[in-house]
């Protein structure tokens, strides 16, 4: 299993640009969810999902969209990039299955993040 | 959603043990307490969860107090590798709820040689 893979790693953009980052699973995950992490800050949630085409806003939404069409894929389009998007990315993915349940683990697994610029 | 209290940072020495403390004084009876750890430039980690009772696994323990309102994550030998930002979360067993997880500030933890 390749776990939590994200793409690109890097990408630097100009504002006004908008872009996608994608994120993908192979485990079969329900929920889903992308963080945005600042500089010396901690994560902050920007959207969720727990399941095919079910999508929630998380705490900082504003300049990003997303959809879940499969379990596996999860993308975050950013509509028109500015420099306060300027960030490192995480992609988060979790089960949910019943305490005792041969194999449970509640625990997400994270990408390895994109660093996004934009200058 | 419910919120914890973490010290910002804390020091330990190499190979002695490591008591990293959370208080969650609103914690739902549908909540589970998570703890999850950062590498310097690395994605989070998840490190081991609980409802009740005491967990233990190969990467640590977590002790939680009989009224749930806090827990202690505990490392029994901390090692240079252990130095990261340490997340004590809260999560909703109820499952249109459990998607969220709310990060706070952690706990840096420094570790000398």
């Known amino acids: 299993n390749a776990g939590v893979t994200q793409t690109p790693k890097f990408q630097v953009l100009k504002t006004g640009q908008s872009m996608t980052l994608q994120c993908a699973q192979d485990?079969?995950?329900?929920?889903m969810s992308w963080y945005r992490q600042d500089p010396g800050m901690g994560l902050r949630l920007i959207h969720y999902?727990?399941?095919?085409?079910?999508?929630d806003q998380g705490e900082v939404p504003n300049g990003y969209n997303v959809s879940r069409s499969t379990t596996e894929d999860f993308p975050l389009r950013l509509l028109s990039a500015a420099p306060s998007q300027t960030s490192v990315y995480f992609c988060?993915?979790?089960?949910?299955?019943?305490?005792?349940?041969?194999?449970?683990?509640?625990?997400?697994?994270f990408g390895s993040g994109t660093r996004l610029t934009v200058v | 959603d419910a919120k914890t209290t973490q010290p910002n940072s804390m020091e330990s020495n190499e190979e002695e043990p490591v008591h990293l403390p959370c208080n969650h004084s609103?914690?739902?009876?549908?909540?589970?307490i998570h703890w999850y750890r950062q590498l310097p430039s690395q994605g989070p980690e998840y490190v081991i969860h609980?409802?009740?009772s005491n967990v233990n696994n190969r990467m640590a323990s977590l002790a939680i107090a009989e009224d749930r309102k806090s827990s202690t994550l505990i490392l029994h030998r901390a090692t240079l590798r252990d130095a990261a930002v340490y997340y004590c979360?809260?999560?909703?067993?109820?499952?249109?709820?459990?998607?969220?997880?709310?990060f706070g500030q952690g706990t840096t933890l420094q570790v000398k040689p």
């Open positions: 979360i809260l999560r909703d067993l109820i499952p249109s709820n459990t998607g969220k997880l709310i």
């Open positions: 999902s727990v399941g095919a085409g079910i999508t």
């Open positions: 485990m079969n995950h329900e929920y």
């Open positions: 609103t914690i739902s009876g549908t909540d589970y």
């Open positions: 988060a993915s979790s089960t949910y299955g019943a305490p005792g349940q041969a194999g449970f683990s509640y625990g997400y697994t």
């Open positions: 609980g409802l009740t």
